[in-house]
Nanobody, 124 residues
Framework: QVQLVESGGGLVQAGGSLRLSCAAS????????MGWFRQAPGKEREFVAT????????YYADSVKGRFTISRDNAKNTVFLQMNSLKPEDTAVYYC?????????????????WGQGTQVTVSS
């Protein structure tokens, strides 16, 4: 059974940084792309960043490009999201997901497992 457990969320002031982690178990981690999505209150879940199974390919939403960095450590079955220069509009629950293919994809339909989410709150 695949399990994804996010951690690292919290409250931070605008301009600050947070690093989210997502620990995976239950499948051969390096074979699958991983990604982060987020959902703010009253809004639909939206794509944030994705990374291929090897870690060689990454893709970001325009809203976070240049501020967020996705990475992975296949030896530790963990994917990270480094978030810098945070803005109040980044406030959301952040979800980690694993894909059905090795390629990074921004489409939620390409994800088949999700974590429980971690809250990120950015104060102005």
């Amino acid at each position: 059974q695949v399990q994804l457990v996010e951690s690292g969320g919290g409250l931070v002031q605008a301009g600050g940084s947070l690093r989210l982690s997502c620990a995976a178990s239950g499948r051969t981690f390096s074979r699958y792309g991983m990604g982060w999505f987020r959902q703010a209150p009253g809004k639909e879940r939206e794509f944030v960043a994705t990374i291929s199974g090897s870690g060689g390919l990454t893709y970001y939403a325009d809203s976070v490009k240049g501020r967020f960095t996705i990475s992975r450590d296949n030896a530790k079955n963990t994917v990270f999201l480094q978030m810098n220069s945070l803005k109040p509009e980044d406030t959301a629950v952040y979800y980690c997901g694993t894909q059905t293919t090795p390629w990074g994809s921004p489409k939620s339909s390409d994800f088949n497992y999700w974590g429980q989410g971690t809250q990120v709150t950015v104060s102005s």
